[in-house]
């Protein structure tokens, strides 16, 4: 099992790292958008397998919130977008 956890994390961590390349070379404000809807599903990832792997649901509001915190985000920066393009609503 342990050498299982340290895949599972590792896996985890390399796309981490390059979702949050991504963020740092966009090029566009939607590449950066898109890289952070990624990472927040990389964590919400990360924390249902912790839940799974050590049996409790302790961590379930915070994966609540940071689906919440996705969702409103994209809008807004979905709104941002179509108004700086000239498609406002």
């Known amino acids: 099992m342990n050498v299982l956890l340290m895949v599972i994390y ?3 961590g390399i796309a981490a790292l390059l979702t949050l390349w991504r963020i740092v070379i966009g090029p566009s ?3 950066r ?3 952070s809807d990624v990472l927040l ?3 919400m990832c990360v924390l249902g397998a912790e839940m799974a792997i050590n049996h409790h ?3 379930l509001p915070v994966l609540l919130i940071i689906a919440a915190v996705g969702v ?3 809008i ?3 709104r941002f977008v179509a ?3 000239g498609q406002s609503s």
């Open 33 to 35: 958008a898109v890289a």
């Open 83 to 85: 108004r700086r393009d």
């Open 57 to 59: 649901t302790r961590t």
């Open 10 to 12: 590792a896996v985890f």
């Open 72 to 74: 409103f985000g994209s």
């Open 41 to 43: 599903t990389l964590v």
């Open 76 to 78: 807004s920066i979905a």
């Open 29 to 31: 404000i939607l590449d």
